[in-house]
């Protein structure tokens, strides 16, 4: 009788191996997935070429710089009221002058010929009011010896008309004869009466006449008086005592009314003028204030004056001394300015670096406290100075951050710092 052999049950079959392979390589390929994504997203860097800053609390102040050139506090510009051809100059630029110094000459031919006709009009204006004075004192002594006349009759009259008027009374004249006496008597009252009132009449329209012929020869006399004074300004003086700085004219050369000539600084003070970009025009205000180092000090000023017009993307502030200016300045300096945008608040604060260049102030690399990684961190800043930014989120005082060019880092997540 044979005997049935055994048959052993296989330990791993087919399809329990296939599993395990399966589980295997899944495991494989997502270690090797971590491991190669862990290695593309860090970078290995030498911590001696990178700068560290720490982030901070303390007190902000937005400001910018600009560039500010020493002026003359005062200025005057030399203009031409009045055009003309540059006759004779008498002092050249870079000379000192006094209040009241010519400086050059100006010649305007139409300006002369204005002056001779106008000359000519007054002399005969002139003539015409002397002629109708004496024509009018001419009249008025006609005029009185005809009222003389006229009273010598009516006196004459007078006495004929009260001796016929005393006499009718005895009946030793006849009546036909006293009221012709009585009839001439009161026709020259009548008559006088008349010759007075028509000669008042007369003398107030002739006086009237020489009214107007003055009041025409006064105006023509203010005129040719504004025409002498144009013809002073001819001679181009100096307004005030200072440097003649600039002086823009030439024998020969023809000047319009109201074309600069030149510029006489007064040397009794300076201030700044400093170009802004147009960026900041809303921000800058009359009374901002600005500091400057100089000769081991810091100075401060403040803006005065703000020009509105924007030429090239700038705009420009005249800025005063706070305080006694300081001495040895002079005409033509430029000073760096730090211009305060805003007053002091306390903030944190990172300090400003390369990064801002590749990450646009939207992320850093923050390092760990062991100062062998970094990594990458989404933050926001808001107003910045020339030396750090105000964080708003994602840092905190105390805190490493990476503030060197990211430039050569890609998108790293890691940076390993050896």
């Known amino acids: 009788m044979g005997m049935d052999r055994k048959i052993k049950k296989k330990k791993w079959p087919p399809k329990r191996i296939a599993g395990v392979a399966a589980v295997g390589i899944f495991v ?75 400086i050059l000459k100006l010649a305007n031919t139409n300006l002369l010929l204005d002056i001779m006709w106008r000359e000519s009009e007054l002399f005969q204006q002139s003539n015409n009011l002397r002629n109708t004075r004496l024509s009018m004192e001419q009249y008025r002594l006609q005029l009185s010896q005809e009222l003389a006349g006229i009273e010598n009759r009516l006196q004459q009259q007078k006495r004929t008309y009260e001796r016929y008027r005393e006499l009718i009374k005895d009946d030793l004249v006849a009546k036909h004869e006293y009221e012709i006496a009585k009839d001439q008597y009161e026709y020259l009252i009548q008559s006088k009466k008349l010759t007075v009132e028509s000669q008042e009449n007369d003398l107030k329209f002739r006086q009237s006449q020489i009214d107007a012929l003055e009041t025409s020869l006064r105006r023509m006399q203010d005129n040719l008086g504004v025409i002498y004074k144009k013809q002073e300004n001819l001679i181009i003086k100096a307004p005030v005592s200072g440097h003649l700085t600039a002086l823009d004219a030439e024998v020969g050369q023809s000047r319009s009314p109201g074309q600069r000539l030149g510029q006489i600084d007064v040397l009794e003070g300076f201030k700044v003028r400093a170009g802004i970009d147009e960026h900041y025009i809303a921000k800058i205000e009359v009374g901002k204030t600005g500091t400057f180092p100089f000769a081991g000090k810091t100075h401060k000023l403040v803006v005065k004056i703000i020009y509105p017009e924007v030429i090239e993307g700038r705009f420009e502030v005249d800025m005063e001394f706070v305080s006694k200016e300081p001495e040895g300045i002079r005409r033509g300096q430029t000073f760096h300015i730090r211009l305060a945008l805003g007053g002091i608040s306390e903030a944190i604060l990172l300090s400003r670096g390369g990064f801002y260049q590749t990450t646009g102030g939207n992320w850093v690399y923050v390092v760990d406290e062991s100062g062998s990684l970094a990594t990458k961190r989404r933050i926001r800043l808001n107003r910045y100075n020339t030396e750090v930014f105000e964080v708003l989120e994602g840092l905190v005082p105390g805190e490493k951050v990476i503030t060197s060019s990211y430039e050569s880092f890609g998108n790293m997540e890691r940076l390993i710092l050896k």
Not at 70 to 97: K, N, Q, W
């Open 28 to 102: 494989v390929v997502v270690l090797y997935l971590l491991l190669f994504k862990m290695t593309k997203s860090t970078l290995n860097v030498k911590k001696e070429r990178l700068t560290i800053s720490t982030v901070e609390k303390g007190p902000f102040q937005e400001f910018i710089p600009v560039p500010g050139q020493v002026l003359p506090i005062f200025t005057h510009i030399l203009s031409a009221d009045e055009g003309g051809r540059v006759e004779e100059i008498y002092l050249e630029a870079g000379t000192m002058v006094k209040k009241g110094d010519e």
